[in-house]
């Protein structure tokens, strides 16, 4: 039973202009937001928006729940901050690096990950992921409990320095919106498609010639790979790899966020991860309390809103989003 | 006295600590494959259903001055029910959805029991005394082993093997198993098969809740004891398979022996040695050692 049958909605229209118009608004919000909000916290919002898409590419569009995704985000994270510091890249072949780093890693995880489904599929990533936890906890290179620190955000294609906020600000900005367009034309390609059709029965699809397993570990490094692009950029807005990225904890986050946003939808998971963003910012003086709210909206998200926020309101407007 | 080089002191002591660690592995293991055979979720709450049966203990002790025997019966009991009403009032809605919801709503449940804790308790571990029958050490002339640690391996196996001849001997076992192939048949005999799920939901939990007031002299009691431990209790279910109670249990202890001896040849790898196993099983045999692929 695949995950988007629990709230059916049926979408008449075949037109995308819609979707056109909250690209626009999304656009527009992170362009003019930076005039009222502090941009480091847009940033990171940014850079959680775009791990929570390629998750959701996995989950919304494939129905794979990984449990492990935080193995890609800080993966990327520790590759683009070594080299950023210890090999003085430029700061595009940092992360463009960091992100091979991350789609080799996902290419060995999904090639065992998917040799079981359903359930299985969510412990082996968890389990994978534990493992790549343990290891960075021991290797030399990652400074251990302290992490990378104080990495050099460098100067872009060696002219613009990302020192600055402002300019740091567009290059999280183009990363995110290039990320984001990617998905949004993946979803709406025959390959997207097929995943979809995947997600919805997997026995039809094979019946019908498709070799699932090679279009599932396609999605899986896609995904992965893209959650390494914010990994990496994220390590460079906070000058920081640490281990906070690779915790399950934080698999648990960005199932959190794509969940509340709204499963299988583009928008959702941008709103999810801004909402949970910010709940952490204003809540981090009470510390365990983030973890219950977490905690609580995971039981309210699968008892009673499992359309998510953006979810019920494309169910309102008949449209998907 | 050395076997390959290694002082047969250590040897033995970390065969110990791995036979202890593979005792839990195993009840956990154990209740996570009985939940997953008739309610077909993952009760990602497992690992803060064991540490709140350790915290029950811990609580009755100090505040209550209720002693380790009457916590073995009584916690398994009280967490248990706390088990019977989520499986109620929550789990009962999912059974319709895709399973991954069901894990979705467990791992909900167990951030907010680990936070609630860890928000009145703080992260460090609290010490609970082993009880005074089990103070002190059998001299086995090749090793000193504590008698709290060989009363948790016999116990452990006890019930583990009690559970697996209810399961596969006993004919509400059959019910039960039964009730796995088919639901609706076996609820047309006349069998009450939502009671059996809830009590079902209800027993796996205080197998959890029985694990962690065993755990609580040998382990400190922490809100977090449970978090680590249930990602490595996944990998022995991905290693064992969850189609078999028996895999389940040889699988357990098994990788627990395997965990202690790689502490002592190489110590490096003893945090991820279990899930390197789980990716040559996953390459050698995808179903698991005792699976069958469905």
Not at chain 1, 15 to 29: G, K
Not at chain 1, 163 to 170: G, H
Not at chain 2, 102 to 118: E, K, P, S, W, Y
């Amino acid at each position: 039973m695949p995950m988007s049958n629990a709230s059916p909605t049926v979408f008449k229209t075949q037109s995308f202009t819609h979707q056109w118009v909250a690209f626009a608004i999304m656009v527009l919000f992170f362009a003019i937001a930076p005039i009222w909000v502090y941009p480091i916290f847009l940033m990171k919002v940014m850079c959680f928006a775009l791990f929570a898409c390629a998750f959701n590419l996995l989950l919304g569009f494939g129905g794979l729940l990984s449990f492990g995704h935080a193995m890609f985000l800080g993966t990327a994270g520790y590759a683009a901050a070594h080299a950023a510091k210890v090999w003085g890249w430029n700061p595009e072949v940092a992360v463009l690096f960091a992100t091979a780093c991350s789609a080799g890693l996902a290419l060995i995880a999904g090639s065992l990950a998917i040799r079981r489904q359903g359930i299985y599929f969510a412990m082996i990533t968890l389990a994978l992921s534990q493992m790549v936890y343990f290891f960075y906890l021991q290797t030399p290179f990652t400074g251990g409990e302290d992490g990378i620190q104080s990495v050099p955000r460098g100067k872009l294609f060696g002219i613009f320095d990302l020192s600055e906020n402002t300019a740091m600000y567009m290059f999280v900005l183009a990363i995110f919106l290039s990320g984001f367009t990617l998905i949004w034309r993946i979803v709406h390609s025959p390959f997207g498609q097929i995943l979809k059709a995947i997600r919805e029965n997997q026995d039809r699809a094979v019946s019908l010639g498709y070799d699932t397993d090679h279009f599932k570990l396609l999605a899986f490094v896609i995904s992965g790979a893209l959650a390494g692009t914010a990994g990496a950029t994220k390590a460079l807005v906070f000058q920081l790899a640490s281990l906070t990225d690779v915790h399950w904890s934080m698999s648990g986050e960005v199932v959190l966020m794509t969940l509340l946003g709204g499963l299988g939808t583009l928008f959702g998971p941008v709103v999810g991860a801004a909402i949970i963003v910010s709940m952490q910012n204003y809540l981090a003086q009470f510390g365990a309390w983030v973890t219950i709210i977490q905690g609580l909206i995971f039981v309210i998200c699968v008892l009673a809103f499992r359309r998510g926020v953006i979810g019920e309101i494309a169910h309102w407007l008949k449209k998907p989003l | 006295m050395e076997i390959f080089g290694i002082p047969s002191q250590a040897l033995f002591g970390q065969l110990l600590i791995g036979l202890i660690n593979g005792s839990f592995y195993a009840l956990l293991s154990l209740g996570l494959a009985v939940i997953f055979g008739l309610l077909n979720i993952i009760n990602f709450s497992h690992g803060a259903q064991y540490m709140l049966g350790a915290f029950v203990a811990y609580l009755s002790l100090n505040k209550l001055g209720i002693n380790y025997w009457v916590s073995l019966i009584l916690t398994p009991l009280l967490v248990g029910a706390t088990g019977v009403l989520i499986e109620k009032t929550m789990l009962k809605r999912l059974y319709k959805l895709d399973h991954l919801y069901g894990l979705l709503l467990t791992f909900g449940l167990a951030l907010i029991i680990q936070g609630v804790f860890r928000h009145e308790f703080g992260s460090s571990g609290m010490p609970y005394p082993s009880p005074e029958v089990f103070q002190g050490v059998f001299n086995l002339g090749f090793m000193f082993l504590p008698k709290y640690r060989a009363w948790v391996i016999v116990v452990s196996l006890i019930v583990c093997l009690g559970t697996w001849f209810v399961i596969e001997r006993t004919k509400l076992g059959a019910y039960l198993r039964a009730a796995t192939e088919n639901p609706s048949l076996v609820q047309a005999f006349g069998i009450n098969v939502p009671r059996m799920v809830t009590l079902t939901y209800g027993f796996g939990v205080a197998l959890a809740a029985l694990a962690g007031v065993m755990a609580a002299p040998i382990y400190q009691v922490s809100p977090l004891m449970g978090a680590d431990i249930i990602i490595v209790v996944f990998a022995v279910v991905v290693v064992g398979g969850m189609g078999s109670i028996m895999g389940a249990i040889v699988t357990g202890f098994g990788l627990g022996l395997i965990e202690g001896l790689t502490k002592v040849f190489y110590p490096e790898a003893s945090n991820t040695v279990i899930f390197v196993i789980m990716t040559i099983v996953l390459l050698l045999k995808p179903a698991g050692l005792f699976g069958t692929q469905k």
